[in-house]
């Protein structure tokens, strides 16, 4: 009994003083690596998003420079679709020119292959591929998306449109990217490289790797990356992001308009964030003989203050076990015993309020009459569900013709009908349902975790029982229901306009049915 009575003072400020200064000390070294890993993240991020903005500046040039190369070459080759001699030994020098493409290739304006460099085995066939058909059908100069190549490769093309002397369209140059073998883009990504596990990789507008540090990636979908979403919007930013393979990463990302493509530069979090536990570590070896010193001071200035308070406690202790022999009142703080009376006293007093408050707080969330859940508690339980994002459905029911009860029997008849509906509703729930009045004769049932089709049983079940039992009236009275289901498309407020309305579409329907609210798209 009272157990704690047994510790004295010297051990109780003994016990704070360790405490305290253990939780200073704490709070300090907690709070410093909030800041050094907060200060490290914006760092890192920073570096990342102008890293990832530079690189995408660097490529949209350079995909210009590709664009105006094939452009002017265009207009060389042109005059040669009819010289097929001519035109291969154009194409030749101009492959031995240009440092951008793993190959080049002139196709006429049904898509057939005229001329390849380095030549391939596919002059004179068809072009069927989607970076083919989209430089057939845009006839403009356009990056494709990646594709798989007649022979088998995984390719990009950039091609420019072909037009002859008359100005009609006779087909396209192309270029081509081997995403998965070396290529001027391959060599320009892979020289960026770190030692502590940052890396770069490269997306299509549709989310697909087109350039990744391990090769085996690349024409993967990694479009559920947030960071990979955003740049298929054409964002560019930079934020923490955990990646498709659930590592978290520190991330900068910035858009390549001449492409359509999206350059991530990003860095592992735990390689990246390792040096602040190393800073915090260090600081407590720095500042343990400080924190030692402190406890042996506070020993000390402990055993001075409890000697005082220690004479004090002792008399408490002899008037106690004295009897009529009391010692004189010695000369000593007396404030602790006063202390502990006022905590006593304060105690009984808290305990008295706090069973106050409950039943205060128990009254203004019940309906007086019913005792069911009033207004203010289901409104309170609708906004926490929703902020939860729970799955719910909503009974709302209303007394077919309950103005003529208490016209027939009387207002008091009237509340016995309303207590009989209460129980009847309890009768019919499940636990963790909840039952309330919403004002006057309407009711409502929140049901988590239900479906449409079980609230409808539900409603039904409860319908019927009241239109087959007999009421306080003396005879069966009815009632009307509306049934509505939270949706992602529509909020609580929303909810209960349609779960109403369905209610009252069930009264001029005729009453005593239960309706299903409307479905909003």
């Given at each position: 009994?009272?157990?704690?009575?047994?510790?004295?003072?010297?051990?109780?400020?003994?016990?704070?003083?360790?405490?305290?200064?253990?939780?200073?000390?704490?709070?300090?070294?907690?709070?410093?690596?909030?800041?050094?890993?907060?200060?490290?993240?914006?760092?890192?991020?920073?570096?990342?998003?102008?890293?990832?903005?530079?690189?995408?500046?660097?490529?949209?040039?350079?995909?210009?420079?590709?664009?105006?190369?094939?452009?002017?070459?265009?207009?060389?080759?042109?005059?040669?679709?009819?010289?097929?001699?001519?035109?291969?030994?154009?194409?030749?020098l101009w492959q031995e020119s240009t440092l951008f493409f793993n190959s080049i290739l002139v196709a006429n304006n049904k898509g057939k292959i005229l001329a390849t460099e380095p030549r391939m085995e596919v002059d004179g066939r068809f072009l069927m591929s989607s970076g083919a058909r989209e430089a057939l059908e845009k006839k403009k100069t356009v990056v494709s998306q990646p594709y798989k190549a007649i022979t088998g490769r995984l390719i990009v093309l950039v091609s420019t449109p072909l037009w002859d002397e008359n100005g009609n369209y006779a087909g396209f140059l192309g270029g081509t990217f081997y995403l998965e073998q070396d290529n001027t883009l391959h060599e320009f990504l892979g020289k960026h490289f770190y030692e502590d596990g940052s890396y770069l990789y490269v997306v299509d507008q549709n989310g697909t790797l087109i350039y990744h540090p391990e090769e085996e990636r690349?024409?993967?979908?990694?479009?559920?990356?947030?960071?990979?979403?955003?740049?298929?919007?054409?964002?560019?930013?930079?934020?923490?992001?955990?990646?498709?393979?659930?590592?978290?990463?520190?991330?900068?990302?910035?858009?390549?308009?001449?492409?359509?493509?999206?350059?991530?530069?990003?860095?592992?979090?735990?390689?990246?964030?390792?040096?602040?536990?190393?800073?915090?570590?260090?600081?407590?070896?720095?500042?343990?003989?400080?924190?030692?010193?402190?406890?042996?001071?506070?020993?000390?200035?402990?055993?001075?203050?409890?000697?005082?308070?220690?004479?004090?406690?002792?008399?408490?202790?002899?008037?106690?076990?004295?009897?009529?022999?009391?010692?004189?009142?010695?000369?000593?703080?007396?404030?602790?015993?006063?202390?502990?009376?006022?905590?006593?006293?304060?105690?009984?007093?808290?305990?008295?309020?706090?069973?106050?408050?409950?039943?205060?707080?128990?009254?203004?969330?019940?309906?007086?009459?019913?005792?069911?859940?009033?207004?203010?508690?289901?409104?309170?339980?609708?906004?926490?569900?929703?902020?939860?994002?729970?799955?719910?459905?909503?009974?709302?029911?209303?007394?077919?013709?309950?103005?003529?009860?208490?016209?027939?029997?009387?207002?008091?008849?009237?509340?016995?009908?309303?207590?009989?509906?209460?129980?009847?509703?309890?009768?019919?729930?499940?636990?963790?349902d909840i039952c309330g009045r919403y004002g006057g004769e309407e009711f409502i049932v929140l049901l988590p975790e239900t479906s449409a089709e079980t609230a409808y049983l539900m409603a039904e079940s409860l319908r019927m029982f009241m239109s087959d039992t007999v009421s306080p009236t003396g005879e069966p009275v009815t009632i009307s229901l509306g049934v509505g289901t939270i949706a992602p498309q529509i909020d609580t407020k929303t909810l209960l306009a349609l779960t109403d309305e369905a209610m009252y579409k069930a009264k001029q329907e005729g009453r005593n049915r239960t309706k299903l609210m409307r479905t909003i798209v």
């Open positions: 009994m009272d157990s704690y009575k047994h510790f004295t003072l010297r051990f109780w400020l003994i016990f704070l003083f360790s405490v305290s200064t253990f939780l200073i000390v704490l709070s300090c070294g907690a709070g410093i690596y909030l800041v050094v890993k907060q200060v490290m993240t914006d760092d890192i991020l920073d570096i990342n998003r102008a890293y990832s903005e530079k690189m995408a500046q660097t490529t949209d040039l350079m995909f210009q420079s590709m664009k105006k190369n094939l452009e002017t070459s265009a207009g060389e080759i042109a005059p040669l679709l009819k010289d097929r001699q001519r035109l291969q030994q154009h194409l030749k690349i024409g993967q979908m990694v479009d559920g990356n947030s960071v990979v979403q955003k740049l298929m919007d054409q964002k560019s930013g930079a934020e923490r992001v955990v990646n498709t393979q659930g590592v978290p990463m520190l991330t900068g990302y910035a858009y390549v308009p001449s492409a359509n493509w999206g350059i991530v530069s990003q860095t592992p979090e735990e390689e990246a964030l390792a040096p602040t536990l190393k800073v915090v570590l260090d600081m407590f070896g720095y500042i343990s003989p400080f924190f030692i010193l402190l406890l042996l001071i506070s020993f000390s200035l402990t055993q001075k203050m409890v000697n005082p308070l220690r004479q004090l406690a002792n008399y408490a202790k002899s008037v106690r076990t004295a009897g009529t022999e009391v010692q004189p009142f010695p000369t000593i703080p007396t404030w602790y015993y006063e202390a502990e009376q006022i905590n006593h006293a304060f105690q009984q007093y808290a305990e008295t309020l706090r069973h106050k408050m409950n039943v205060i707080k128990r009254e203004s969330l019940t309906d007086p009459l019913t005792g069911l859940a009033n207004r203010r508690y289901i409104e309170n339980t609708l906004r926490q569900w929703t902020e939860t994002k729970k799955q719910f459905s909503v009974l709302l029911l209303d007394v077919d013709g309950f103005k003529k009860v208490n016209d027939e029997f009387g207002h008091q008849t009237g509340d016995e009908v309303l207590r009989f509906l209460s129980q009847a509703m309890k009768q019919h729930v499940r636990k963790g």
